[in-house]
């Protein structure tokens, strides 16, 4: 069975610039969720998405986006990049509410 | 808010020797997990726990939870080289996941 898979894997950025990033989750997940790892701030949730319907925010400014396709897999988008959004951006999924979380190899992105 | 508290931070030890990383949470949960994250790799899943008094073990490590005192810990024993990484504790808030700050683990030959 393939794992979380993400993409890019890398990404650079300049200030300014938006980027989308791709989450496709386990087959027969439902749910995916965004973290955000950065050394200063650790690990934060950035949102969770459950058949296309965002359930949950975590404390983010607006920049930050997502979606969910019928698919299951997700896009995550943030726009006028600042340099504090350099960080790894991991997606987990799971099979729906209450069920472990798995994690993809995340999207490293630096912001110039 | 929740807060999720690990101690140690860093945590420099010889192999061979036993050591406890202790996770501490603020509001009651009956769910925690505990990761392993290699240096500019993802999370690996270690352990899910999900119920007062849960005890697992995988080799070297064993993790327990207590949901009254609000603690999980995460034994090693006779660490080896191997086992070096950065160690998160997190705790399930209904898919939302809130993480330790993630403890250093660096094992000496």
């Known amino acids: 069975k393939a794992g979380v898979t993400q993409t890019p894997r890398y990404l650079i950025k300049t200030r300014g610039q938006q980027v989308t990033l791709s989450c496709s989750p386990i087959?027969?997940?439902?749910?995916v969720s965004w973290y955000q790892q950065t050394p200063g701030q650790g690990l934060q949730f950035l949102f969770e998405y459950f058949s296309e319907t965002q359930r949950n925010k975590g404390n983010f400014p607006g920049r930050f986006s997502g979606r969910q396709f019928s698919n299951s897999r997700s896009e995550m988008n943030v726009s006028t990049l600042e340099l504090g959004d350099s960080a790894l951006y991991l997606c987990?999924?799971?099979?729906?509410?209450?069920?472990?979380?798995?994690f993809g190899p995340g999207t490293r992105l630096t912001v110039l | 808010e929740l807060k999720v508290e690990q101690n140690p931070l860093f945590l420099s030890m010889q192999e061979g020797k036993n050591y406890t990383i202790y996770c501490n949470y603020s509001t009651t949960s009956d769910r925690l997990y505990w990761y392993r994250q290699d240096p500019g790799k993802s999370l690996e899943s270690l352990f899910v726990?999900?119920?007062?008094?849960a005890v697992k073990q995988e080799g070297r490590l064993m993790a327990s939870l207590d949901t009254k005192a609000r603690l999980s810990t995460l034994h090693i024993t006779a660490a080896v080289h191997d086992l070096s990484a950065t160690y998160f504790c997190?705790?399930?808030?209904?898919?939302?996941?809130?993480f330790g700050q993630g403890t250093r683990l660096t094992i000496n030959p």
């Open positions: 997190a705790v399930d808030m209904t898919q939302k996941l809130v």
């Open positions: 087959s027969g997940h439902r749910s």
């Open positions: 726990l999900l119920s007062n008094g």
């Open positions: 987990a999924s799971s099979f729906s509410v209450d069920n472990e979380q798995f």
